[in-house]
């Protein structure tokens, strides 16, 4: 008999280059974001060392990755379209995207601006 777990999995900093925003010069220039990633699974891969058990982290970075190829004015789009598509991952129970904006475009020093999502 297979004994499930409740655990976490998370990718953090994954950075990566996009023209997000609603200024002008964000669609062209682009800058940098960090995208945390925490999933909530529950299976038996630490039991069998199979990964077709768990949620392969390679998959994860590439929706990450195919998703910031998308132009939206808003990084809040972007987190919910990442946290769409991972929430239909099998072996998903739950999970939370951070998507950092590092620099932003702000009267003042401000190192960063970020959302979550969480569903």
Known sequence: MKKFMRFRI???NIRIYGFNGCIE???KIGTDYLVN???TTVNSSYKTDDLTETVDYCTVYAI???ESRNRYNLIETLAHKILY???NLSNVES???E???LNPPVN???ASVSVIFAA
Request: proline content about 0%; charged content about 50%; hydrophobic content about 35%.
């Open 85 to 87: 598509r991972l929430k």
């Open 10 to 12: 998370k990718l953090e």
């Open 99 to 101: 998507i950092k904006k």
């Open 37 to 39: 990633i925490e999933l």
């Open 95 to 97: 999970c939370s995207v």
């Open 64 to 66: 990450v990755e195919e």
């Open 25 to 27: 010069e964000e669609s």
């Open 108 to 110: 003042g020093d401000v």
